[in-house]
């Protein structure tokens, strides 16, 4: 088993991976292969400090830091007066990112400020989120800008066909990345076929 052998998803230099998503991306290698699509695995295990880079980086992409430039020198951990409340430096431009559609978790748990709709219908709005599973090494992302679709097909047949470790997948940010949820399979599992 080694990633580095992959031939149709590829790992991005400097992605840092670990036992629970290495054994995934190398056998979803096949499937790619399978289904002659190509990917790009842009992230795996990752902490508060690149979630919040992330975060960073769509604000300004999108003019949310020309509203809150408090996100331009953010801290994880910097709080700021907001009503008559403390919030995080980086908590508006956030729930800013989720209004607009830009799907991103938080680099701490904390409340959504702004409307935020779920595919459920729930607003967000007030309510706590939770941190990334890329924090516990359990996610990874794949970006593959022209055939997208095709590689929902191939992850969906891959669920569907059990691959060990591989949980469920959705898209996340604005929509041109796939999120991949997994889950640590049982030792002595072997992706060599
Ligand atoms: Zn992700």
């Excluded at 056998?27 to 400090?49: C, P």
């Excluded at 020309?66 to 910097?78: G, K, T, Y």
């Amino acid at each position: 088993m080694d990633v580095a052998q992959n031939k149709f998803l590829k790992v991005k230099r400097g992605v840092m991976l670990n036992e629970v998503i290495e054994p995934v991306i190398a056998y979803l290698d096949f499937e790619f292969e399978a289904g002659r699509v190509y990917g790009l695995v842009t992230r795996g295990e990752s902490g508060a400090e690149e979630q919040l880079e992330i975060i960073r980086d769509y604000a300004a992409t999108y003019g949310i830091q020309e509203e809150f430039p408090e996100i331009i020198s953010s801290r994880v951990m910097e709080k700021m007066n907001y009503d008559d409340k403390k919030i995080y430096t980086w908590q508006r431009a956030w729930s800013r990112l989720l209004h607009q559609g830009i799907i991103i978790s938080p680099p701490m748990r904390a409340v959504c400020l702004f409307d935020y709709l779920l595919p459920s219908g729930e607003n967000m709005k007030g309510k706590e989120m939770g941190i990334s599973q890329h924090f516990f090494g359990k996610a990874f992302d794949i970006e593959s800008p022209s055939c997208l679709v095709k590689v929902m097909e191939v992850l969906s047949i891959a669920i569907e066909k059990k691959l060990p470790g591989l949980k469920s997948f959705s898209q996340e940010r604005a929509g041109g990345c796939l999120h991949i949820n997994c889950e640590k399979v049982n030792k002595g599992y072997s992706v060599n076929i």
